[in-house]
């Protein structure tokens, strides 16, 4: 389910219906007439707002003489601008990453002008890395969405956060620099939010809590994360939903974004995740090597253009469900 606004509800939009801004011609110099809902701002904000970039990238467009305004007047992106001025933008060739699209499996729960909401399968890498330099979501992304293209100049899809392989669920990907500053920001400042659902051995220490230990890397194993004294702040809060065969259900709400945050700090308070081969090796996993109990299930967040709350929410994938039944029914 989602509670999120219309795609023609735009800032840009005046109560009547009417754009504020001419449509863009076919060239590579863009032509807008500024409508009163920009007038008095800057001119590095107004850039950012019409094409959707960041305000440091229309910063640089502006000091590279890429900007015109009429009538005509000394440019620089601090200049207000008015009702009615006619501003001229020239867009620079789009720099390319080596990325080839692929055909890759994963469902998009929705999709705007600025952003795209994804729901990642289990075993599903987010970005290219060494060992996985192909078969990425990023992949996946610029072969669905061909024109996901330009972020900055820079042709590659708004990766803003992501899950472990080993997690399903919701993710946001922002479409152009505009949505991709507004949600880092809003990521750094922790108005995302961000719950998961994860089943774990044993019980957690009380029916609610908070868990802030820091995490870094392990100093006695470099392929797993610790809670280290000296480690970055970290915080999960969490909620037991039902205990029944030694087994919990437990909803996770993260208020930082550290590498398996959730992991840690759950095998910190002795309830490690199911099929974790990692931070509980000495448990045998039912599910295959690419799938862990933890499932994104809801995010919400402020649409970075519109402002407006938008909120999702995506059930359990039917391996997660049905591993639930067995563990109710005493057969897991």
């Known amino acids: 389910m989602c509670s999120t606004p219309s795609s023609t509800d735009r800032e840009y939009i005046n109560e009547e219906g009417e754009g504020l ?24 904000f107004v850039i950012s707002r019409l094409l959707g970039v960041s305000r440091g990238y229309a910063q640089k467009l502006i000091k590279e ?17 008015a009702e009615g001025d006619s501003l001229a933008v020239e867009i620079p060739p789009a720099e390319t990453l080596d990325l080839e699209p692929q055909d890759i ?29 192909s078969g990425t979501l990023v992949h996946g992304l610029l072969f669905r969405y061909p024109d996901l293209g330009t972020l900055n100049g820079v042709r590659r899809p708004g990766i803003v956060h992501r899950l472990d392989a ?20 809003d ?9 998961y659902l994860a089943l774990c051995y044993g019980t957690t220490p009380s029916e609610r809590g908070s868990v802030k230990y820091p995490i ?21 809060d969490y909620e037991r939903l039902w205990h029944v065969n030694n087994y919990s259900l437990v909803k996770c709400i993260l208020h930082s974004g550290r590498t398996h945050q959730i992991r840690v700090h759950m095998q910190a308070v002795r309830a490690p995740l199911v099929g974790d ?14 799938r862990l109990f933890l499932h994104s299930w809801r995010l ?23 591993y639930l039944k067995k563990v109710r029914t005493g057969a897991a």
């Open 187 to 195: 990521f750094k400042e922790r108005r995302i939010r961000k719950e």
């Open 65 to 81: 003489g890429h900007a015109s305004l009429t009538p005509a007047r000394r440019v620089k992106p601090a200049v207000k601008v």
């Open 166 to 185: 080993t997690t399903s669920g919701l993710m946001v990907v922002a479409r152009n620099g505009l949505a991709q500053e507004g949600l880092f920001k």
């Open 21 to 44: 801004l001419a449509a863009p011609s076919s060239s590579a110099v863009q032509n807008f007439a500024v409508g009163a809902e920009l007038a008095g701002h800057r001119l590095d």
């Open 277 to 290: 081969r990692l931070y509980a090796p000495s448990r045998q996993s039912p599910f295959g090597p690419e």
């Open 216 to 236: 870094d890397r392990d100093p006695y194993n470099r392929l797993r994360m610790a809670c280290v004294e000296d480690g970055r702040e970290a915080w999960t």
């Open 105 to 133: 499996d994963f469902e998009t729960v929705y999709d705007d002008e600025d952003l795209i909401v994804v729901n990642k399968p289990a075993g599903l890498v987010v970005h290219p890395a060494p060992g996985h330099w």
């Open 300 to 322: 919400g967040f402020r649409h970075p253009r519109s402002g407006k709350e938008m909120l999702f929410t995506q059930p359990l994938p039917r391996e997660l469900a049905d």
